[in-house]
């Protein structure tokens, strides 16, 4: 079975600049999940989609993140304008929660700095 | 909202020693409690997890153990090997809201 699969897996673009994320999850996973890893610490969840909807975008800084899952299946996070403090690893996951299994699968990340 | 501490932040051992890993949580509805491995460049790896009516699961050298009543959980690896140097995260589910909050995570290493 293949894993998530995320892209680029680096980044590095200067400040004020936009970036985008691709995430292609786990086949036939509904739900999908963005976080965000910020050096020394644990992952912070940014974004939680249910099938193609929006489940919880309470921890988005929604003036400069956006989110999609247009057709339920892969989805896009972007930054723009980018500010120092993004600088992060962007972790993709997602799990099969309609069959009751909490279990998240996470992919390789995309790590992004921000110059 | 819930709060995940985990404990110690570094942790060296001596390949074949025993490493412990604590976590203590604030929110009494959390009812899912995972462990995940982090290698260098790499996602996180679920290696265990652990659901509120269980009090211990044990998976070759790792086992977990939950007190629901004190609220805290751990993570014991037996005899560790180099290959276990990683950086280790607990995480706790809430029942009310579904969100995953990991802990501050542990770096463990094993001295061959």
């Known amino acids: 079975e293949a894993g998530v699969a995320q892209s680029p897996r680096y980044k590095i673009i200067e400040k004020r600049q936009s970036v985008a994320f691709w995430c292609n999850p786990i086949s036939g996973h509904a739900t999908l999940y963005w976080y965000q890893q910020i050096l020394g610490q644990g992952p912070k969840l940014l974004i939680q989609f249910q099938n193609n909807g929006v489940v919880d975008d309470s921890q988005l800084p929604k003036d400069r993140f956006s989110a999609e899952r247009l057709k339920g299946v892969d989805s896009t996070l972007k930054i723009q304008p980018a500010k120092l403090e993004d600088s992060a690893v962007y972790l993709c996951a997602s799990s099969d929660s309609e069959g009751g299994d909490y279990i998240q699968y996470f992919g390789a990340g995309t790590r992004l700095s921000v110059l | 909202g819930e709060n995940v501490e985990q404990h110690p932040s570094t942790l060296s051992v001596q390949e074949g020693d025993s490493a412990v890993i604590k976590c203590t949580y604030s929110?009494?509805?959390?009812?899912?409690f995972p462990w995940y491995k982090q290698e260098l460049g790499k996602g996180p790896q679920l290696i265990i997890d652990i659901r509120s009516n269980v009090g211990e699961k044990k998976d070759q050298r790792i086992a977990v153990t939950l007190n629901k009543t004190a609220k805290h959980f751990s993570l014991h690896i037996t005899e560790t090997q180099p290959e276990d140097s990683a950086v280790y995260f607990c995480a706790v589910r809430s029942s009310n809201t579904g969100k995953l909050i990991f802990g501050q995570g542990t770096t463990l290493q094993v001295k061959p």
């Open positions: 929110d009494s509805a959390s009812n899912y």
